[in-house]
Structure formats: C-alpha cells, structure tokens
C-alpha cells in the first residue's frame, strides 16, 4: 500500500484590494500564498512583486522599479485581503526554499506600464504546475 502525503502546501493566489486610488487600474494586488493544510497560518509563505516605495528606492526612469519579496506570514488575514482562490497543492519534492527560488527567477518587466503584479502572478501559476 502507498501512503500519499496528506499535508502537502496549499498553493492559493490571493487577492488583496487596492484601494479607491486604483479604481481606473486593476483593483486588486495579487500575490501567490503558499498554506498549510492545518489551520495554523504561522507556516503561511506569501510570493509577490510590488513597486511600492520605500526608503533607499531608487527611481528608474521616473518609476519605481518591480520588485520580488517573499514573506514568512504569521498571521495571513489582514483587512485588505478580500479572497484567497485554492489552485492545487504543492509537490513534496518541492520546499518552500525551492519554490521561492523558482520564482525569484521569473522577469520583471520594468518598461511596460501594462505589466504588473497580476502579470507576475500570471507566470507564477504558470511554472507552479
């Protein structure tokens, strides 16, 4: 008999609302979450490109430059998220530290005004399956 691995991460894309500033662009951030099956969201893993400001960002070409972040998660709730959409779960080969190295290497596109985190997130479900 196979034992299947019964707690393999959860891979979810979550929709987190911008805001009434962005009611003409998209209105929802998007990031890629990585769940345990157990409730306790400690182990939570968030994936995602911003290019919000911060201090020591450098402007190119009067913009602020895409970046990637990963996040450990202790808590994953948070009064902008408005969903999270299951997609499949995460192979066991595959960790958390392999997963965010698969994409930490997927392209920014930093000239296009079109391209944003919901493209990102686009080509993340892509190489996640």
Same mark, same amino acid.
């Given at each position: ?29 998007? =990031?890629? $979450?990585? !769940?345990? +099956?157990?409730?306790? *969201?400690?182990?939570?893993?968030? &994936?995602? %490109? ?32 408005? =969903?999270? $959409?299951? !997609?499949? +779960?995460?192979?066991? *080969?595959?960790?958390?530290?392999? &997963?965010? %190295? ?28």
């Amino acid at each position: 008999m196979v034992l299947r691995n019964r707690n393999k991460l959860r891979i979810c894309v979550a929709f987190y609302y911008r805001g009434v500033q962005h009611i003409h662009d998209d209105l929802f951030h998007t =990031a890629i $979450l990585l !769940l345990p +099956k157990s409730q306790d *969201e400690s182990h939570t893993s968030r &994936f995602h %490109v911003t290019n919000s400001l911060k201090p020591g960002i450098v402007l190119v070409n009067d913009r602020v430059p895409w970046r990637y972040e990963s996040l450990s998660l202790d808590y994953v709730r948070t009064n902008r998220l408005n =969903a999270f $959409l299951f !997609l499949g +779960k995460l192979s066991p *080969e595959i960790g958390v530290e392999d &997963f965010n %190295v698969i994409l930490f290497h997927l392209p920014m596109v930093q000239d296009d005004p079109g391209w944003n985190c919901n493209s990102w997130t686009v080509s993340a479900i892509r190489v996640s399956f």
